[in-house]
Structure formats: C-alpha cells, structure tokens
C-alpha cells in the first residue's frame, strides 16, 4: 500500500464550512499528489507538491488549497466547501520505477457536502 | 489539451477468454504509460508499466505500446472473476516526468 494512509476516510459537512484531509506518508517520499474522482470525469490532478513547501497547482484547484510543512504529510483544504467537491479524493505519491515514476494511491477519502 | 481516451464499456468477458483494454493518448512527446486497476470502492492499484514499443509480459498481463500510432493496449489473458474491475490507463506528458494524465477507465466484467 505503499505506507500512504488518508483521514478521514468519509466525512459529510455542510456547505461553507472548510474542510481538511490529511495525507500521511511513511517513506520519506517527496513527490505527492492530491487526485478527485468523479463518475465521467476520471481522477482529476487537485495539487501537488515537490516537497516541503513547494507545491503546485494542478488541473481543478479553484476552491482547494494545500500544505506541507513535514516530508510526510500533504493537507488539503477545502476553503469553503461546495456541493460540487462531493467526490472521492486520492492522495498519491510518485516512486522512480525501472523506467519513470510511478505512481501510488491511498486508500481515499469520500466527502459529501450537503 | 492533453488527453487520454479509453471505450467505457463495459466490456463483458466470458471466464478464460481474453480481455483487451485500449487506450489512445494525444501527446506525441508521452515517454511512459501504464495500466492501473481499480475495484469498486477501493483506489486504482499500478499493475502494468511500460516505456518501449512492443509487448510487456507480467503474468496473465500484456502491455502492448505503439508510439507512432498513440496507442497502448492491455491484454488479460485467461480471465478470472476477480478480475472484474475499472481499468485505468494513465499517460505521462512531455514536459512533466512524474505527473501523469488519466483516461475515464474502461469497465470490465468477466462473466463466469
């Protein structure tokens, strides 16, 4: 499972309250990632991060902010949460493999706001 | 815009036949690709890469790659029930070694 772990792993709140998952790693990798999955959509790039307090954005980041203070761990927070960031939420890491990196998923985080 | 696309399906399989999964990628510059699996409510888990034109075997898996005509394959051979599941296709882009694009995945059924 490549030693990600995600929490929550469901949450429900309201909208326009903030939210923040967290992404904790235990390999001391440096390349994270925070991915949204929606029926039609496929997983969607969120943020990403190159390592303490370098991170970027990604394809779908209106409404999302992240952080990472520590190596082991990429927070993202939902400012204001919408209807429309109801989704189930993969935070992944990147690995050299034999020929490029490769990526790893957590387990997830399903989040509906209601 | 970068894209990858996949048939949605879902394919439908008898068990022991061949399930063969297609993937198209725009991105003339893509250097790797590979082939995730994804169960129903779990995350996609990484079973195939591939960075060469040609056939990549793991098992019951063949990645198939052909570069000058954007297109990689999955094969799976001798399909079991288990391996009913969404199969995601994810491309690397030229100007980004570790960040990948995703296809929408292609739904497989393997019908005992």
């Known amino acids: 499972d490549a030693g990600i772990t995600q929490s929550p792993r469901h949450k429900v709140t309201e909208t326009g309250t903030p939210v923040t998952l967290r992404c904790h790693q235990t390999?001391?990798?440096?390349?994270m990632y925070w991915y949204r999955q929606d029926p039609g959509h496929g997983l969607r790039l969120i943020h990403y991060?190159?390592?303490?307090?370098?991170?970027d954005k990604g394809e779908v980041s209106d409404g999302y902010s992240v952080s990472r203070s520590k190596t082991e761990d990429f927070l993202l927070t939902l400012e204001s949460a919408t209807s429309s960031q109801t989704s189930v939420y993969f935070c992944?890491?990147?690995?050299?493999?034999?020929?490029?990196?490769?990526?790893?998923f957590g387990p997830g985080t399903r989040l509906t706001v209601t | 815009q970068k894209e990858v696309e996949q048939n949605s399906g879902p394919l439908s399989v008898p068990e022991g036949a061949i399930a063969s999964l297609n993937c198209t990628y725009s991105?003339?510059?893509?250097?790797?690709f590979f082939w995730y699996r994804q169960y129903s409510g779990k995350s996609p888990e990484l079973i195939m890469s591939?960075?060469?034109?040609g056939d990549k075997e793991d098992g019951r898996f063949t990645a198939q790659l052909n570069k000058a005509s954007q297109y990689v394959s999955l094969l799976i051979r001798d399909s079991q029930p288990s391996d009913s599941a969404t199969y995601l296709c994810?491309?690397?882009?030229?100007?980004?070694?570790?960040?990948?694009?995703f296809g929408p995945g292609t739904s497989l059924s393997v019908i005992p």
């Open positions: 992944a890491i990147s690995v050299l493999g034999q020929g490029s990196y490769e990526q790893y």
């Open positions: 390999e001391n990798h440096r390349y």
């Open positions: 991060s190159y390592g303490v307090k370098d991170t």
């Open positions: 991105d003339r510059g893509s250097q790797s």
């Open positions: 591939i960075y060469s034109n």
């Open positions: 994810a491309v690397n882009t030229e100007t980004s070694y570790d960040k990948v694009i």
